[in-house]
């Protein structure tokens, strides 16, 4: 699947490769591994592939809930997913009641005022799906907290029957850190709110949820940055396949003396003749400035023919610098493709060598790379 209007590779400098049957392979696994339905969050257009082709690739094998921020996002996975309940996981803002029902759109209520303007909306007789309501467990961020959230449920005629609620969702804080003690207070807190909706669907992992012991999977599950590739369990293997690559291609080469100094602001200072290359892309690209390397900070690296090629100096907004002395020199040439995301290179290292987390390299993918979309 490709965008029709766009043209062919070559004008391009950058190519993000898509693989969507990883994607749905990935969404399968977590299924089994959670025993239950599990959803696709799809988010910051689908964590950066794109949520149109995300959202038409998950909902053909199956996928029946999606989980986005924004309406303005629900809406783009309405239009190609008209089936499937879309959850805006911002909420409900003052006033867009309508929105959400012309579209048919299902609200995660955080909070007392969104449950009582959604309930009242409902009693004018419009027509709308069932909404989610969220129980802030940990974050201090979104949703009612556990005590009025139980207090609520307990109300059997309130505020909570009168919103139509479909799903009583939490969201882990540290579900990724194993041993932090805070997933098993979050586990008793919802454990404790979902009972006190026995007929109510509840849903409480995220990716990394589901790798945590002793975490019930109840009817639905939330993840994301598994889908597409991250790892859920960091530090250890990383069990998803691949579903993003990028690749960039070399512009020019040239060898430096030792002591010479490289990019804006001369960051970066030859040690010995070095042969470097520069490639076509940059910040502009989503490629984070945190990666610049240094006379004094490591950076981020690509790979040349599967030789790692660290960078030098700053990353610009169009172009990066990489030192190819190691790598072979047929491989290092005008024109050849580099490696910037993929197989050793996983979002993970990428994150790292960026100063950030995969979560925020994928979400940060650019507009401007000629996108390849496989399978799905
Ligand atoms: C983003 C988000 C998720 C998905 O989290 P991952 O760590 O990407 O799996 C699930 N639930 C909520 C409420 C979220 O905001």
Redesign the pocket.
Known sequence: MMPADQPDSAAFGATLTIDLDALVSNWRLLGKRAGTEAGA?V?ADAYGIGIEPAVTALAKAGCKSF?VAHVSEAIRARKVAPDATVYV?NGLLPGAAETFAAHGLSPVLGSHEELLEWASFRQTGAQVRPAALHVDTAMNRLGLWPGEGLNLARERSGVIAAAGIGLV?S?FASSEVETDPANARQIAAFAEIAAALPEVPASLK???GHFLKDCPSYQLT?????LYGGN?TPGQPNPMKPVVGLEATIIQTREVEDGTQVGYNGRWTAKGKRKLATICLGYADGYPRNGSWTDTVTGGSALVDGVSCPFVGSVSMDLIIIDVTDAPADAAKRGASVTLIGGPLDLETVGGGAKTIG?EILTSLGRRYHRRYIGG
Not at 222 to 226: E, H, I, K, L, T
């Open positions: 969050v988010k989980f996981l969702m969201h995220n990716s990394s939330r993840p994301g940055y598994a859920p979560y």
